[in-house]
């Protein structure tokens, strides 16, 4: 069974840093892209960032310079360090990964973030 499991969420106050993790089983991901998503109460789920199997990263503006994903392939997981964290970061974040580099087929349960003003 393929599951993607997310880890490392908790309660932060504005500023501070926190780090994901999202393990992989049932399958090696290391040629997959991997995503980091995120929802916010009564928002639709938003692209946060992503790495590619030879680890190409992308992220969005609203994260980019603060956030950093990184992959440890041995682990077969993917990482989401999120510094400089701000109210508007709070939401459920969910890892995810694709084979195609198109349609995220595995979805992990997401952790939930919450920053503190």
């Known amino acids: 069974q393929v599951q993607l499991v997310e880890s490392g969420g908790g309660l932060v106050q504005a500023g501070g840093s926190l780090r994901l993790s999202c393990a992989g089983s049932?399958?090696?991901?290391?040629?997959?892209?991997m995503g980091w998503f995120r929802q916010a109460p009564g928002k639709e789920r938003e692209f946060v960032a992503r790495?590619?199997?030879?680890?190409?990263?992308l992220y969005a503006d609203s994260v980019k310079g603060r956030f950093g994903i990184s992959r440890d392939s041995v682990k077969n997981t993917v990482y989401l360090q999120m510094n400089s964290l701000k109210p508007e970061d709070t939401a459920v974040y969910y890892c995810a990964a694709s084979e195609t580099g198109t349609e995220y087929k595995y979805w992990g349960q997401g952790t939930q973030v919450t920053v503190s003003s």
């Open positions: 049932g399958r090696t991901f290391s040629g997959y892209r």
């Open positions: 790495i590619s199997g030879i680890g190409s990263t």
